[in-house]
């Protein structure tokens, strides 16, 4: 009697382990691809009466699926385009050496990236944008 008694209390903690495990597996399955941006991009930023500043960002894209890779390939002067254009918007020089300047700058070259995929018809998107190099010199 206690053996089946202890033996019922423990199996929901194998269970409960059991399906612990599985999630970790299925969360470690998931595919991730870096795909940098080289080279580096280095803009003039800020507004044309200050001081000259720039501004030098390594990009890499991250990627979910191993078919976003070749389509980043075939439109990466597109892709390019749109960067340089975007960073070269920025005149607050404060936001943008501030995390959440660069957080929201990041969030923009994502929509910017993934709406040219989208107009390209790829049928892909990226997951994020990653800085990993970023320097604002005045």
Do not use: W
Request: hydrophobic fraction near 40%; charge should be negative; glycine fraction near 4%.
């Amino acid at each position: 009697m206690i053996f089946l008694l202890l033996s019922l209390v423990s199996l929901p903690a194998v269970s409960q382990d059991e399906e612990t495990s599985e999630e970790v597996v299925q969360e470690d399955s998931g595919f991730t691809d870096y795909i940098s941006m080289d080279p580096a991009f280095v803009t003039h930023v800020g507004t044309a009466d200050n001081k000259p500043t720039y501004l030098k960002a390594a990009v890499s894209l991250r990627a979910r699926s191993a078919s976003t890779r070749p389509a980043l390939e075939t439109h990466m002067p597109r892709l390019r385009h749109e960067l340089v254009m975007l960073f070269g918007e920025q005149t607050d020089i404060e936001r943008l050496t501030s995390m959440e300047g660069q957080q929201a700058l990041r969030e923009e070259a994502k929509q910017r990236i993934n709406a040219v995929l989208e107009e390209q018809q790829t049928g892909e998107s990226i997951a994020g944008v990653l800085f990993t190099e970023f320097v604002v010199q005045k």
